[in-house]
């Protein structure tokens, strides 16, 4: 089956710095990864997945993510962090099968200081 | 805004009771999968309908069933309720069943008591 990991319960960033929020994936076969986001109160948002083509993938609010098959990896990167994007971060795997469902980690809470 | 509504967006239950959650769909979409979300945790899978099929479960009693309807809204239902079913019930819209990117709406939050 497939999964996936998110070893750091919570990171801590300071505004203006870059930020790294980590994945590791499980998959048989070619995975299909995925990057949501969960603000206080609110259902999870879309910010990016990975399909196929290159290994530096572009999402919503400045985000990117890269992929790297040899280290099974998928962490979520951004260049210079904003106090608004303090959310709790979800990496996610589709679990190629009858269903395809989507399969989520157990998510980590990123904390930018300002 | 996603274009997901769910209802009711918070609820009161007793053990043994039995509880509806609902959700209309994004227009267009018809795929619906139902997660739930214990405080602190990351969503579980808990089933997937696709053109009003059930097509995909999760590690969850029969106590937890569905439905979907012509118009691709959804309903999960929760019999026999137990304390440990307290959470964030979401819903989640799809164009397709292969497509992955999933849109939420904003949760029923269940609090058994």
């Known amino acids: 089956a497939q999964s996936v990991a998110q070893p750091e319960d919570q990171v801590n960033v300071a505004e203006g710095n870059p930020l790294t929020v980590k994945c590791t994936y499980s998959?048989?076969?070619?995975?299909?990864l995925f990057w949501y986001v969960q603000y206080p109160n609110r259902g999870l948002q879309f910010l990016l997945k990975?399909?196929?083509?290159?290994?530096l993938v572009k999402g919503s609010y400045g985000f990117e993510a890269e992929f790297n098959k040899s280290q099974t990896s998928f962490h979520l990167k951004k260049p210079s962090a904003l106090v608004s994007d303090s959310a709790l971060y979800f990496c996610?795997?589709?679990?190629?099968?009858?269903?395809?469902?989507?399969?989520f980690g157990k998510g980590t809470r990123l904390h930018i200081l300002p | 805004e996603t274009g997901v509504t769910q209802s009711p967006t918070h609820l009161i239950k007793t053990r043994g009771q039995q509880v509806t959650l609902r959700c209309s769909s994004q227009?267009?979409?018809?795929?619906v999968s139902w997660y739930q979300q214990a405080l602190g945790q990351g969503p579980q899978f808990i089933f997937q309908?696709?053109?009003?099929?059930?097509?995909g479960r999760g590690n969850f009693p029969p106590r937890f069933s569905g439905l979907q309807f012509p118009n691709y809204s959804s309903e999960l239902n929760v019999n026999a309720l137990e304390l440990d079913d307290s959470a964030l019930y979401l819903c989640?819209?799809?164009?397709?069943?292969?497509?992955?990117?999933?849109?939420f709406g904003e949760g029923s939050r269940l609090t058994v008591l």
């Open positions: 998959v048989s076969g070619n995975p299909y």
């Open positions: 227009s267009g979409h018809n795929t």
């Open positions: 989640a819209s799809s164009a397709s069943q292969r497509n992955g990117e999933l849109f």
């Open positions: 990975y399909i196929t083509g290159d290994n």
């Open positions: 996610a795997v589709r679990d190629i099968g009858r269903d395809d469902k989507i399969i």
């Open positions: 309908y696709y053109r009003e099929e059930e097509n």
